[in-house]
């Protein structure tokens, strides 16, 4: 198989051609895809058919399958896929709702982060479902070498339960955590900076879905650093926005970028995506 990479935008994404995903790699097909996904952050392999199976086979070319702490949306014929959808069957949601319409990176409030997630569309609105990516990585080089000094060596706080109290609790939709599902997910403290284990690569690694504090600086102070990092980070000539086709896989590398589900569809027409993702180290 020749793959062809064509780069999307200048500080991350590439689209990749000539490969079924759903067929079983040749190792240097694979290889290539994982060069590249180190290379590019973001790949977009479009008019994919893949079923679960093929796609958990496919995850696995890049390690662990994971599985999230929200079980009830899995699916339960492939319990590493997970069900991001808007559809809704007597009242009930099929899937995680409202997922990831905050900047976030998969899983930052873990202990082992997710590093690659794999978005697979089934069914895409007929506009808007947009999903945007913030190269992190781009980010921190963007920043002064002042700048740079000074972030080194904080650490913060990532908590799943802040995306709850900022955006989940304003939809009746979105189920609240159980009890069980919070002890799950206690808050973790990461580096503010880390580095790519295969590029060594320097990424900030915040976002504002899941990271509560900067450990160690006074309220203001972690509010103020915080809400400039962002601002910073999504600068639009650092982000990638795709534009979903059903059978686009899209996938992702939380360890250098940060992603936005935009939510300005008609929430009458179905969104349904398969995702599944890899567990990843501890981030240094
Ligand atoms: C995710 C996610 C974004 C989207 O799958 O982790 O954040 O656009 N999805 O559905
Ligand atoms: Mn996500």
């Not at 059978?247 to 398969?274: C, F, I, K, Q």
């Amino acid at each position: 198989m020749t793959i062809s990479i064509r780069r999307l935008n200048g500080a991350l994404g590439a689209e990749v051609g000539g490969v079924d995903l759903a067929r079983p790699l040749d190792a240097a097909t694979a290889d290539a895809i994982r060069a590249a996904f180190v290379g590019h952050a973001v790949l977009v392999f479009r008019g994919q058919d893949l079923d679960p199976a093929a796609q958990v086979a496919f995850t696995r070319l890049l390690g662990t399958p994971e599985r999230h702490v929200l079980q009830q949306f899995a699916l339960p014929e492939a319990p590493d896929v997970f069900v991001i959808s808007n559809v809704k069957e007597k009242g009930q949601p099929k899937g995680a709702i409202r997922a990831g319409q905050y900047w976030h990176s998969d899983l930052s409030y873990t202990a082992r982060p997710t590093s690659a997630s794999l978005l697979h569309a089934i069914r895409i609105p007929s506009y808007g479902g947009d999903t945007m990516f913030a190269g992190m990585a781009a980010a921190f080089d963007a920043l002064s070498p002042t700048m740079q000094g000074m972030l080194d060596g904080l650490r913060a706080v990532h908590d799943y339960t802040l995306a709850y109290e900022t955006f989940f609790s304003r939809f009746a939709d979105r189920p609240p955590l159980t009890a069980e599902q919070k002890a799950a997910v206690p808050p973790v403290e990461h580096p503010l900076v880390r580095t790519h284990p295969e590029s060594g690569r320097r990424a900030l690694f915040v976002n504002p879905g899941f990271t509560r504090r900067i450990v160690g600086l006074a309220p203001e102070e972690s509010r103020a650093l915080l809400d400039f990092l962002f601002a910073h980070a999504t600068r639009p000539d650092l982000v990638y926005r795709h534009v979903w086709r059903a059978g686009d896989l899209v996938m992702w590398d939380n360890r250098s970028t940060m992603h936005l589900a935009v939510a300005d569809y008609d929430m009458d027409e179905p969104r349904h995506m398969h995702r599944t993702s890899v567990q990843g180290d501890v981030p240094r």
